[in-house]
């Protein structure tokens, strides 16, 4: 797992609690060699199954070049839907983040994957 970046780790976790709130799952920092698990709120419990869905979430990088649209323009992020809830996935340059929330209404996908954008992209890595 890649090294903690304890300010971009505080950062990324506090703009994902104000974006959704108690809707928060998980958060999930990564780039495109490795990964590093931030969050997992209380109620839910960790095992093995975050690492392949790191690895699928980290092949967005390979991808990004594929949506290069001039009609949809850039590509901002990707939100997965399952049974008990959603992953959005934001890429910014050579690293991203993946978060999972429980149901929230669509504008919130959008506010929170602006949120977790903008923080990426202030921090180098």
Do not use: W
Not at 82 to 104: C, K, Q, S
């Amino acid at each position: 797992m890649t090294h903690p970046d304890t300010d971009l780790d505080e950062e990324l976790l506090s703009a994902c609690r104000t974006m959704v709130g108690d809707e928060l799952r998980s958060l999930t920092y990564f780039t495109a060699d490795d990964y590093r698990f931030i969050y997992l709120r209380d109620d839910l419990s960790h095992d093995d199954s975050i690492a392949p869905i790191a690895r699928n979430e980290r092949m967005g990088f390979a991808s990004q070049g594929t949506y290069e649209d001039p009609e949809l323009g850039d590509y901002r992020a990707t939100i997965r839907v399952f049974t008990n809830g959603y992953l959005t996935r934001v890429i910014v340059d050579d690293h991203g983040a993946f978060v999972t929330t429980d149901e929230l209404k669509i504008e919130r996908f959008r506010e929170l994957a602006q949120a977790v954008e903008e923080i990426l992209a202030d921090f180098e890595t």
